[in-house]
């Protein structure tokens, strides 16, 4: 199964590298005349040259974040390259890159005996995975107006299971939302941004890895997302 999924991952993911080139070159383009456009708005003394200025930044900005969203849709089949990694090691590669809040606490019970979590998985896309949900969970929580915001990260050993789980004690999820969370432009928030995409991202790395992904929420109170990774013999 590996050999096959090898070979699967290796092809596909020179069109995952294709893409994104894509998608930087396009950003490289837009941000080069936004810089334009900003100069010319803080040189000109014209109020109507400014205005001009500033009205085609917003129109560049919202036709870049629309064609950006069709670009990330367009990835139906994320391939990856197999590696074996520590658990440990992504989680803590992701929490670098999040910004956490002052009042919110992140709490990670770690295990001495890292080494039992060791999986095969891309860790570029894997480290992006659970940026996206941390950065879910902090969005919930803020959107919950918590005081004290907590997120809690556990990895536990079921049979040849490695688990993953991320709780926060956020705004939680409806009961008619479940099912629709991982399908591409749903988005249980509200917000120009909010494209609904990241948990597609998520859905889709984890089962190209041949894993799971399970929520259990209560609205209101918590959420727990679980992703399930097998280990390799």
């Known amino acids: 199964i590996h050999l096959f999924t090898d070979k699967k991952i290796q092809k596909n993911l020179t069109r995952i590298n294709e893409m994104l080139s894509d998608t930087f070159h396009s950003h490289k383009n837009t941000l080069f005349s936004i810089n334009i456009l900003a100069k010319q708005a803080l040189e000109s003394p014209d109020g109507m ?9 917003q129109q560049i900005t919202s036709v870049s974040l629309y064609r950006t969203s069709e670009m990330l849709d367009s990835l139906r089949e994320i391939r990856y390259r197999f590696i074996k990694n520590r658990v440990y090691d992504v989680i803590d590669e992701a929490l670098k890159k999040i910004n956490i809040p002052s009042n919110i606490q992140v709490v ?112 209101n109170e918590y959420t727990l997302l679980q992703i399930l990774l097998p280990r390799p013999k």
């Not at 040259?49 to 930044?57: T, W």
């Not at 907590?150 to 409806?174: A, P």
């Not at 009961?175 to 889709?204: D, I, R």
Request: charged content about 25%; overall charge positive.
């Open 49 to 57: 040259v400014r205005e001009e200025a500033l009205n085609k930044i």
């Open 108 to 219: 990670w019970n770690r295990d001495e005996n890292s080494d039992k979590y060791i999986c095969k998985f891309d860790f570029y896309h894997m480290s992006k995975v659970l940026v996206n949900i941390l950065n879910n969970s902090i969005e919930a929580i803020q959107h919950a107006n918590r005081e004290q915001g907590l997120i809690e990260i556990m990895v536990t050993v079921q049979f040849q299971w490695v688990m993953i789980m991320v709780k926060d004690n956020g705004i939680g999820i409806k009961k008619v939302e479940p099912k629709k969370l991982f399908s591409p432009w749903h988005s249980g928030k509200e917000g120009f941004n909010n494209w609904g995409l990241g948990l597609s991202y998520v859905y889709k790395v984890v089962k190209a890895h041949l894993g799971f992904v399970r929520i259990e929420s209560k609205y």
